[in-house]
């Protein structure tokens, strides 16, 4: 029987050992777990990030895992793994992973229009949901019957990131399919609206089927679930203040994941060890399909083309940014809401990432520091996502 004072010597030399545990990081070096806890915890208090969490992955598995800060800075509530974040465009990774399954199955071809799976034009079709599945708006378009799979992955579509953003609030295309990049959540929905008609499936049970549950992910979905009352994370804006928790979306491809630290990171694990999809698929979604070159991923900068990003060929593959770096390919995937601000990136042939989940206005802040103290990822083109360093913003 293990007495009280030999449990606190064990407890004690777990801790120890896990303290002095050492991070790899890209170029070679090391960092310590104990050291990396002081440096994130730094950054976070500098910056006023509410809540943070980063996992940081060696070898292509989770090697290190700390929560910083609080899931409800009022009530004080600490985050841990097991907290439900709401995912928002992480959630496009998920569902490439999904695609890229389903290619994998013989069940859609990355390159067959979308519009021929169908047996009436999709703007027929009577909406079934609040707006996302209503295309009524293109009876008129000549150019969406060309889009396909691979389109909508890679951002090519020609759609706008979100109708409600255009001046009448209605969906077309304004770039022709396939001819340039531009951010589309309306893509990547428009090819889930199809392949739930083409396989008679909701999207979340094909989530369930051929993402969550093979990955272990059993506390993640595209909608809001009763069981995560109980444990989740309330986004607070840059001055410390609380968003009203959006639980009523609808499932979406684009946006609508909840997920929490410990899913996450089984997620990025299954990715990195081909346990959803092959080596071979795997390669074919982190491969380039078209050159990024505008001089930000969003607003009046988008549309102004630069070679900044020459030296990393920025590009996107299949539902995931790309960089090319001395240490191989760097596949990355943002998310931006109100209150929550994600960023991962994984390096496949060295079995390095890292990911952050935050539920705060001010994590993007630290994003950059974040990068390079953990892995030594000083690859991400951070100005290119908006990522300002907290020590460049102007504070009050």
């Not at 009022?74 to 985050?79: D, F, G, L, N, S």
């Not at 990774?93 to 999904?98: H, K, T």
């Not at 077309?172 to 951010?183: A, M, N």
């Not at 030296?311 to 539902?319: A, E």
Request: charged share 20%.
């Amino acid at each position: 029987m293990v007495n009280f004072f030999t449990l606190c010597i064990f407890l004690s030399a777990f801790t120890l050992g896990a303290s002095a545990q050492k991070i790899k990081r890209l170029n070679g070096t090391t960092i310590e777990a104990k050291m990396l806890d002081q440096k994130i915890d730094a950054l976070v208090k500098a910056a006023q990030v509410q809540g943070l969490v980063v996992t940081v992955f060696n070898d292509n598995k989770s090697v290190y895992q700390r929560a910083f800060g609080y899931k409800n800075a009022v009530t004080k509530e600490p985050i841990n793994g097991s907290t439900n974040f709401y995912g928002a465009s992480l959630s496009k990774a998920v569902f490439a992973v999904l695609v890229m399954k389903l290619v994998e199955e013989g069940k859609i071809d990355l390159d067959k229009p979308l519009q021929s799976y169908l047996p009436k034009p999709i703007y027929t079709y009577k909406p079934q949901t609040k707006w996302h599945d209503d295309f009524s708006d293109l009876k008129e378009d000549s150019l969406y019957a060309r889009i396909t799979a691979r389109m909508c992955l890679a951002h090519t579509s020609g759609f706008p990131n979100w109708r409600w953003f255009e001046p009448d609030k209605k969906l077309r295309v304004k770039l022709s399919p396939g001819s340039r990049y531009s951010y589309s959540g309306e893509g990547l929905v428009y090819l889930q609206v199809v392949l739930e008609k083409l396989l008679g499936k909701p999207m979340e049970q094909l989530m369930q089927e051929k993402v969550f549950g093979p990955a272990g992910m059993a506390q993640s979905s595209y909608t809001w679930q009763p069981r995560f009352e109980a444990d989740h994370a309330v986004g607070h804006t840059s001055s410390g203040e609380l968003y009203k928790k959006d639980k009523d979306n609808e499932a979406r491809a684009a946006s609508t994941l909840e997920t929490t630290p410990d899913d996450y990171a089984r997620f990025i694990s299954a990715v990195l060890q081909h346990k959803i999809i092959s080596q071979g698929t795997t390669s074919e979604m982190f491969r380039p399909q078209i050159r990024i070159r505008s001089a930000r991923q969003f607003g009046p900068l988008s549309l102004k083309d630069t070679t900044a990003y020459d030296g990393i060929t920025l590009s996107y593959g299949l539902g995931w940014g790309l960089i090319q770096t001395p240490h191989g390919t760097g596949a990355f995937k943002e998310g931006h809401s109100e209150g929550f601000q994600h960023y991962s990136i994984i390096f496949p042939e060295q079995g390095t990432g890292v990911v952050i989940l935050s539920n705060s206005d001010n994590a993007e802040s630290i994003f950059k520091a974040l990068l390079e103290v953990s892995i030594g990822d000083t690859y991400t083109p951070w100005n290119w996502n908006g990522y300002t360093p907290y020590t460049q913003k102007s504070r009050p």
